[in-house]
């Protein structure tokens, strides 16, 4: 049984920084590719960062680039979302997602690439 298992969010105040993790367990997490999505009240879940499998290629939107960086660690099953210089608008859940293929992160933005998904962790920002 696959499971995804999100951890890190919590509040924090604009300009500071956490770190969202990923814990994969019953699959073989260096054939996946990760991302990460969110999704605000009242809002469509919106596509944050992806990596492949190997970490060779990373892609994020326009919204956090240069402030989010994504990693992971395949000898721990692990992904990884550092988010610095937070923002009030940043704040939602936030979803990590696998999805089996080679492909590079450029093609992994759209949700429905997505084999399975964790079940969110709540980042709030306040101002």
């Known amino acids: 049984q696959v499971q995804l298992v999100e951890s890190g969010g919590g509040l924090v105040q604009a300009g500071g920084s956490l770190r969202l993790s990923c814990a994969a367990s019953?699959?073989?997490?260096?054939?996946?590719?990760m991302g990460w999505f969110r999704q605000a009240p009242g809002k469509e879940r919106e596509f944050v960062a992806a990596i492949s499998w190997n970490a060779a290629s990373t892609t994020y939107a326009d919204s956090v680039k240069g402030r989010f960086t994504i990693s992971r660690d395949n000898a721990k099953n692990t992904v990884y979302l550092q988010m610095n210089s937070l923002k009030p608008e940043d704040t939602a859940a936030y979803y990590c997602?696998?999805?089996?293929?080679?492909?590079?992160?450029?093609?992994?933005?759209?949700?429905?690439?997505?084999?399975?998904w964790g079940q969110g962790t709540q980042v709030t920002v306040s101002s």
């Open positions: 019953g699959l073989t997490f260096s054939k996946y590719a």
């Open positions: 997602a696998a999805d089996q293929t080679y492909k590079s992160s450029l093609y992994l933005t759209e949700k429905n690439e997505y084999d399975y």
